[in-house]
């Protein structure tokens, strides 16, 4: 099996982590780098929106200014996911042949493995779902992305337990997703549900029975270090990789000063939904 990249940045803030992982998709498909394994922090906390989640009436933003709170939007569909206290990972690789040969959806369910793997490791029955969103939780939360698991998505005790979105650049994709090692539900509705506060106790009802995260159920609680650790070694293990620890590359990190700059750290790219040049549709779990 060839080898991968593995690479581990520092926290940052959302435009710059949105702007590596779409720097890194373009290096992968471009031949000039293997596929890549990444882990990454956010700092300061971070909502990002899906890619079509355009306009201000998505997040509120009064809340996310008067919490610290950042705002990306993502390459990537699906909804808007507040990272905080989580494990972040991009995977980048080709989608022609090799592991990843059979569209779309397979992507999901390859990696979907290793998370099972993950998961079964802390003591936590995950389960692998086909995504029916429940359209309840939907209505009354409709901006959020982990009230309803999609395809080849992981619940347990019905609570989705991780997110991720995809995004199809030439003969490479890119998937990040998140696993919440923690999670403060109400500062998760007052970010996400701008103007509504009639519905906020059916609100927080609904995500308590929807919405997991890791230390909602392991005891002792795991810590992000251990959490990511963990990661690596199953993902390695259950799909047969073996990882190199790298950096950005100098064009790497080039270009993702050039995306915070030109797109990720713009109002117009954010809020106001600006399409990126040479922009591809984009699918999400």
């Known amino acids: 099996m060839p080898g991968w990249r593995l690479i581990r940045t520092a926290p940052a803030s959302g435009a710059w982590n949105m702007a590596v992982d779409e720097a890194l998709l373009e290096s992968v498909a471009a031949g000039v780098s293997p596929p890549v394994l990444r882990l990454y922090r956010w700092q300061p906390a971070t909502v990002s929106l899906g890619y079509g989640q355009r306009g201000a009436d998505q997040v509120n933003l009064m809340a996310c200014r008067r919490r610290g709170i950042d705002l990306v939007r993502r390459i990537t569909g699906g909804r808007a996911v507040l990272h905080d206290r989580e494990l972040t990972y991009a995977v980048v690789a080709s ?8 569209g779309i959806l397979e992507n999901y369910r390859v990696i979907a ?3 099972l793997a993950l998961f079964s490791r802390l003591g936590i029955d995950g389960e ?6 429940r ?23 019905g609570c989705k337990l991780t997110g991720g979105a995809q995004k199809i650049q030439d003969s490479a994709f890119l998937q990040h997703g998140s696993i919440p090692l923690d999670l403060d539900l109400e500062l998760l509705w007052e970010l996400l549900n701008p103007t509504d506060v009639t519905r906020k106790a059916a609100g ?10 890791i230390n909602r159920w392991c005891r002792p609680a795991v810590d992000i270090e251990t959490l990511e650790s963990l990661f690596i070694e199953v993902f390695a ?3 047969g990789l073996v990882f190199t620890a790298d950096d950005l590359s100098a064009g790497e990190q080039r270009r993702a000063r050039q995306l915070t700059h030109s797109r990720y750290g713009c ?4 809020l106001r939904g600006i399409p990126a040049e040479n922009s591809a549709a984009s699918q999400s779990s």
């Open 95 to 102: 989608h022609q042949g090799g592991l990843f040969s059979g």
């Open 113 to 115: 493995r290793p998370l």
């Open 128 to 133: 692998l779902v086909t995504g029916k969103p």
């Open 135 to 157: 359209g309840t939780v939907a209505e009354v939360a409709p901006n959020v992305c982990f009230t309803a698991p999609s395809t080849y998505e992981i619940v347990h005790a």
């Open 204 to 213: 927080l009802r609904h995500l308590e029975h929807s919405v997991g995260w």
């Open 237 to 239: 293990a259950t799909l």
């Open 267 to 270: 109002d117009d790219w954010n």
